[in-house]
């Protein structure tokens, strides 16, 4: 009888781990009681916003999951405070190198899509929310994909209404080695936004508002197929809400933003399997 392939989950943390010991060191501090190391609890934070779930009920499932646990060499499981601390600790900045080697595992063919989508601040019921008459508020967040891969280069994560021309230079300046055309709606028309890529060496590929009979003819030479890519910048922000939640777990906005970043780091990953 042939042994059963591993599962895509195993593989999924096999290759967390794998990055989790190319990111971060082995410990936090020299003081640190060396119970465990940030490699595993990169890979248990990571393992909870992809099942999207709590402490309490990833560290139960995982008594059912010997593989899992062995595949990071985790011994005895840790309290749920104590991955709570990790995910403290741990600063946006780890997250950041962690989600930049997660595209590295990709074929990247250097055509960006920009655009930006909703979440939800908190996980109260529609219904609930209707019949109490509350206001959720929403987290903004822009992701920059590549169109060969689906793959999530980089992200913008915001609590406040700034419009999307203020949000994409940030985007092209931290990535100018990694895109060589930026694809963008209308709500990216800004000469700001053009000049700033021509700068970096990346050609913006951005539809004119038409406000006059010039910028609809610029709009009419725009290679349509190439345009037409800009689509999947939509349909990862779909699949992000659909496979991880579309809303955050954290309370605060710090860790709502880590959250979001972990949740492209698990989209990266994902498709690289």
Known sequence: MQPLPKSRLLRFVEQAFHLAQRAVSRYSSKYSKQRYTLHQHVVLLCLKVRKNTTYRTLLDELIEMPCIRNAINLTELPAPSTLCKAFDRLDMAVWRVLLNLSVSLLPTNGVAGIDASGFDRTHASKHY????????????VTLLVDTKVNAILDLHVTTTRKHDSRIAPSLIKRNPNTIDILLGDKGYDDQKIRRLARQHEVRPLIKHREFTLLHKAWNVRIDADLYGQRSQSETVNST????YGAFVRSRRWWKQFRELTIACLIHNVDRSL
Do not use: G
């Open 129 to 140: 929310t209707k019949r109490a008459e509350l206001t959720i508020q929403q987290i903004k």
């Open 240 to 243: 992000l809400k659909r496979k």
